[in-house]
RNA sequence: GCGCUCGUAGCUCAGUUGGAUAGAGCAUCUGCCUUCUAAGCAGAUGGUCGUGGGUUCGAUUCCCGCCGAGCGCACCA
């Protein structure tokens, strides 16, 4: 909070003192070390060294003209050319009473809000969701969540894979074993195993394979009876899509599946051929790509079977979802693999439509490994299914909750094993750098110690527990009566001003790991004032004042979790 | 062959316009429960940031070469 009054101010001496300095790059962080103050800014070395001027001497004339004293003690310029701000106490106190009393929560909205669309999890009809979605969905919902909590419109469109030639083969399956008990019981098994067991045959049986061809060919021109059946499969999929999105507090404002943009493909194709950007090889439909771009390979737009593609499908959907909601970004949240694809649909979209005012990003993932280092996968070779993933989470938290913790009632177990199980592998997923492939590990990801969901969520207990026995005796909080006296008192109030800061950076680059470290560091600071500062020991008016700490602290805690998509718990 | 990503402590990983002595967790070792949940806290040990050059006042970060790993490159999505 702070830092954007002090960064504004020195926005202002810096237009006056250089006025063709770009002042975007004028910004104020956080020091890398609390000896060093509290905030620096390095951006006057930069303009110094693009002006071959003297970057001492240039800060001295700056700071010269700055006055934050209302927030800050003395400015000093250091080293090279660091000008480092350290706050006064006053100043923290006064943020952290306007806290209190509502005001906000250490981070401003938007000034200049945007619609943003983000696509995301995105799974495919008639399999269940399992690793391979995790990321997708877990990230993007959080991505979500810190965009919208920043004031931003966001449109989620769930782009479920509801076409394609696998439909061939469910249907083939579907008519011939279809056991309508096994459906009841679990839709996506069923269909599961008939689709395996017609691609088992698929490739020595020629019969098979004319048949699943003839299917798909029926479905595709509009055949009622493999119409209705493949509605059916969608309602049982999305059903059964609907509980694991419960389980995960996610929800869509639209699913939109690729069949949705099925009448659009002719023309889109088509359309590009007209406008020369598209044309015939090989038979098919293809797009081919500038020399510089390295692209050898073309995309194909139609196959020489007259069928559209995924690229096809991604050019009428981006078109629809700017027509409909003039989103100012489009944010697709998908694995690493698929950089090419998106790189080339934007490429193709760019030529198309080369006015379109809109920024395309593809926010991709790198893969979850086993503990061997090898993609993470059932012994069999299967993929885990992420409903069977959340049991075993929500049981192995289960298991530790009541060692910790046997004289609570099972249902508060059941449900502290639920928030704990579910946290712990959103957190572990959210915690990597998300470019970087990471190991599945159950052990670490609910260990009792270490940078994980259940330390943030016992020191999230731990406040809530002192509150309670605060109530118990009577003692309230008072912001009034604040006073940051104490090293670790100061140093934890100066971290919630923070907060602000990582939701922010969380948001501009799509990376949750910076709110997950500030959260960690969050709850490290709160430990370290818990184990220094009794609180409803503590004489009247700073038992007052201690109570207001924790109180913001909870809060803040809460408000990170909750962008994070992370439940809390009163007790564990 | 071309392209993308990566190589940081024994292990798993962070490292936010290039910035100040490179950080965390785990593991190992040492302390702290008659005190608000010890699922905690305090401290110690541990790194030529793959390697060789270059740019810069300053490089884990930017550029080039080399070594090693993963992934992707015409009709699946």
Redo the contacts with the bound molecule.
């Keep these: 909070m702070l830092e954007k009054l002090i960064q504004s101010r020195l926005q202002d001496r810096v237009r006056i003192t250089v006025p063709d300095a770009n002042l ?10 609390l ?3 509290d905030y ?4 006057l ?2 303009i ?2 693009e002006r071959k001027r003297n ?1 001492r001497q240039l800060a001295e004339e700056v700071v010269a003209g700055l006055d934050v004293s209302e927030w800050c003690e003395p400015i ?1 310029i ?7 701000f350290r706050v006064k106490t006053n100043a923290v106190t006064d943020v952290l009473k306007s806290a209190y009393r509502g005001e906000h929560l250490f981070f401003e909205r938007s000034a200049t809000p945007r619609t943003v669309i983000v696509d995301f999890s ?1 799974p ?1 009809v008639a399999k269940p969701m399992h690793v391979g979605h995790i990321r997708s969905t877990i990230l993007g919902d959080s991505l979500v969540r810190a965009l919208r909590l920043l004031g931003h419109h966001v449109v989620t469109d769930n782009h479920i ?1 509801d ?4 439909f061939g083969k469910l249907l083939v399956g579907w008519k011939k074993d279809l056991d309508r008990t096994n459906l009841e019981r679990d839709p996506l098994a069923e269909m599961g195993r008939l689709y395996k067991q017609v691609n088992a045959s698929f490739e020595t049986d020629e019969e098979i394979k004319t048949q699943a061809r003839q299917e798909l060919v029926s479905l595709q021109s509009g055949d009622e009876e493999n119409l209705k059946i493949w509605r059916e499969m969608i309602d049982l999929s999305l059903q059964e899509f609907g509980k694991v999105y419960l389980r995960l507090g996610i929800r869509f404002d639209h699913v939109l599946g ?1 069949s949705f943009y099925n009448p659009q493909l002719k023309a889109v194709a088509k359309n590009l051929v007209d406008v020369g950007i598209a044309q015939e ?4 439909t ?1 797009v081919f790509f500038d020399e510089s771009t ?7 737009i ?4 007259g ?5 096809t ?1 991604d050019l009428a959907t981006l078109e629809y979802r700017l027509k409909t909601w003039q989103p100012s970004e489009i944010v697709y949240v998908t694995d ?6 998106f790189q080339q649909l934007f490429d193709i979209y760019r030529r198309w439509h080369p006015s379109a005012d809109v920024s395309l990003s593809h926010i ?1 993932f ?2 979850i ?1 086993g503990p061997d ?3 993470f996968k059932t012994r069999t070779g299967e993929n885990i299914e992420l409903n069977a993933l959340l049991n075993e989470a929500e049981e192995r ?1 289960l298991a ?2 009541t060692e ?2 046997p004289d609570l009632s099972e249902k508060e177990r059941l449900e ?1 094993a639920r928030v ?1 199980g579910i946290g712990a592998v959103k957190y572990s997923d959210l ?9 599945f ?1 159950w052990d ?1 990801m609910l ?6 969901a ?2 943030l ?3 999230y ?2 406040i ?3 509150g ?3 109530a118990e005796v009577g003692a309230t909080a008072s912001v009034e009566a604040l006073q940051l006296t104490l090293p670790s008192e100061l140093t934890l109030a100066k971290h919630l001003l923070r907060f602000g ?2 939701v922010e ?1 969380m948001a501009s ?1 799509y ?1 949750p ?2 709110l997950c ?2 959260l ?1 560091e969050l ?2 600071l709160f ?12 004489e009247a008016q700073e038992r007052a004042s ?1 109570l207001a700490l924790c109180e913001l602290a909870g809060r803040v805690l809460k408000q990170g979790l909750e962008i994070l998509g992370i439940e809390t ?4």
């Design positions: 975007a790059t004028v910004l104020v962080r956080p020091c890398p070390d000896k060093f103050g620096q800014s390095n951006a070395m930069a110094a060294k970057p000093e250091a080293g090279a050319g660091f000008l480092n995105s495919n894979g076409w394609g030639t696998q690729e090889s090989e038979g098919a293809v390295g692209w050898k390979d073309p995309a194909i139609l196959k020489s079977d069928g559209a593609n995924y690229t499908t690493a693999r698929q950089q090419l694809h991709w790198g893969m490994l280092g090898t993609p938290a530790s909750v910790k913790n502290i704990v915690l990597p750098n998300r470019q970087s492939d990471y190991r590990d670490k260990a009792l110690t270490g940078n994980t259940v330390y969520l016992y020191a207990t731990r809530r527990s002192v309670r026995k605060a800061l990582s950076a680059e990376r790991n910076y470290n500030y960690f709850a490290g430990s370290q004032f818990y184990e220094n500062c009794p609180v409803l020991k503590a201690r718990t009163e007790r564990m």
